[in-house]
């Protein structure tokens, strides 16, 4: 069952579209279309912006391979 609302056209909000930056790929097409069009300070709340998209996608990067070393550490080999 579909929401009411959800396909009428109206604007996403905040939430929804922070929500759909957190995958690596949209934050990486998000970030990337910042650097390209040299601005990185988008508008409206400040986690939707550009420069915070650089942000998740670096945690995409750091935080597995933390959890990889700190698991390969803590194995019994």
Same mark, same amino acid.
């Given at each position: 069952m579909?929401?009411?609302?959800l396909f009428s056209g109206?604007?996403?909000p905040d939430w929804v579209a922070f929500l759909a930056n957190m995958p690596p790929s949209s934050a990486? !097409?998000?970030s990337v279309s910042g650097v390209?069009?040299?601005?990185?300070? $988008?508008?409206? &709340?400040?986690y !939707?912006?550009?420069?915070?998209?650089?942000?998740?996608?670096?945690?995409? $990067?750091?935080? &597995?391979?933390?959890?990889?070393?700190?698991?390969?550490?803590r194995a019994d080999l």
């Amino acid at each position: 069952m579909v929401p009411p609302g959800l396909f009428s056209g109206a604007a996403m909000p905040d939430w929804v579209a922070f929500l759909a930056n957190m995958p690596p790929s949209s934050a990486y !097409l998000n970030s990337v279309s910042g650097v390209l069009t040299g601005s990185m300070a $988008g508008s409206g &709340p400040w986690y !939707l912006s550009q420069w915070f998209s650089l942000v998740v996608l670096a945690i995409w $990067g750091i935080v &597995p391979l933390v959890v990889g070393y700190l698991r390969y550490n803590r194995a019994d080999l």
